[in-house]
């Protein structure tokens, strides 16, 4: 629709009168938008930012955390989320139309990505009861029942949550903890506080930072055991290069993730302890290692039932 007003727009063939009102359909669009969402909740956003994250690295701020940080939170997230301090954005935004991204889940599987788009909603409700039986298991029986139950329920049950706890993680530890009454209200009717919801994308994008940079220096440390154990040394030369690369990316902002001398030696003897851990392959810990050589050599099952 909105192609077609601008289209209308555009086109000078058509009656002045015709283009004008297309004008004002697309500004009543955007400013909407604006207003009830913010930048991020405008149309063709989620294209923009799609397209930008394309040229950035996984170990830099994404496209989105580029503009709100530049904007910042207000503009970013609407004036409604400002004025009443619930995140009312994500449920009203008009971004994301041709393509969206599953912002809860960066780094899906082919399989899971295909259930993603094509799975619709009885994927979402499949994947819920799927992780609630999990936490069932797992002796949760709160965040069980959340997820299994339907979103109108789930939504009052977390509100119940929050005012007996505050907005905690599976380990206790809070994320936040002074939620006022009308946040819970809000929280009853499917909108989380502002607070919350900003800590948690925060969170999100930190953790992305953190992965990359954690794979991509164990990677190269990695390699160049890998190398040196081989005999390659054409090849570890090749690493201590990208190693110097890493490190002149890493220095301004992360100078404790540098790769120095010391922790290439202190890799290289790590490996060497795992490597005389292995048995058949798989590494066994020293705490386990003589009872299950026991075991294998042994024709009993192992049970720890007297």
Same mark, same amino acid.
């Given at each position: ?57 996984? /170990?830099?701020?994404?496209? =989105? *955390? +580029?503009?709100?940080?530049?904007? &910042?939170?207000? @503009?970013?997230? %609407? ?21 969206q991204v599953n912002r809860y889940?960066? /780094?899906?599987?082919?399989? =899971? *990505? +295909?259930?993603?788009?094509?799975? &619709?909603?009885? @994927?979402?409700? %499949? ?111 090749d690493v201590k290069q990208d ?33 005389a851990t292995m048995h058949n ?26």
């Amino acid at each position: 629709t909105m192609l077609k007003s601008a289209k209308t727009m555009l086109n000078r063939e058509n009656d002045p009168e015709v283009r004008k009102a297309a004008f004002k359909q697309l500004v009543a669009v955007h400013g909407s938008a604006l207003f009830f969402a913010g930048v991020q909740g405008l149309p063709l956003f989620g294209a923009f930012t799609m397209i930008a994250n394309l040229f950035l690295d996984e /170990d830099e701020d994404d496209a =989105e *955390t +580029i503009v709100r940080k530049h904007i &910042g939170e207000g @503009w970013y997230k %609407g004036a409604l989320t400002e004025l009443l301090d619930i995140d009312v954005s994500q449920r009203v935004a008009l971004t994301n139309l041709l393509f969206q991204v599953n912002r809860y889940n960066r /780094d899906a599987s082919p399989e =899971e *990505t +295909i259930g993603y788009y094509l799975g &619709g909603p009885a @994927w979402s409700v %499949g994947k819920s009861f799927i992780r609630g039986t999990g936490e069932l298991i797992n002796g949760d029986m709160q965040r069980g029942i959340e997820a299994m139950v339907p979103g109108a329920v789930r939504n009052g049950l977390k509100a119940i949550r929050y005012t007996e706890e505050g907005a905690l993680t599976r380990r206790k530890d809070p994320i936040l903890d002074d939620i006022t009454g009308g946040q819970l209200v809000s929280q009853v009717i499917g909108f989380a506080p502002a607070e919350y919801a900003r800590r948690q994308e925060e969170n999100q994008g930190v953790k992305r930072i953190e992965n990359t940079l954690r794979t991509n220096r164990g990677k190269l440390l990695k390699q160049y055991y890998l190398a040196m154990r081989m005999g390659d040394y054409e090849e570890a030369r090749d690493v201590k290069q990208d190693i110097l690369d890493f490190n002149k990316r890493v220095s301004r902002k992360f100078p404790k993730a540098i790769i120095t001398s010391d922790s290439v030696a202190r890799s290289m003897r790590s490996h060497m302890r795992t490597s005389a851990t292995m048995h058949n392959g798989i590494a066994i810990s020293p705490m386990f290692r003589k009872s299950l050589q026991e075991h294998l050599d042994d024709s009993s099952p192992i049970t720890l039932d007297d």
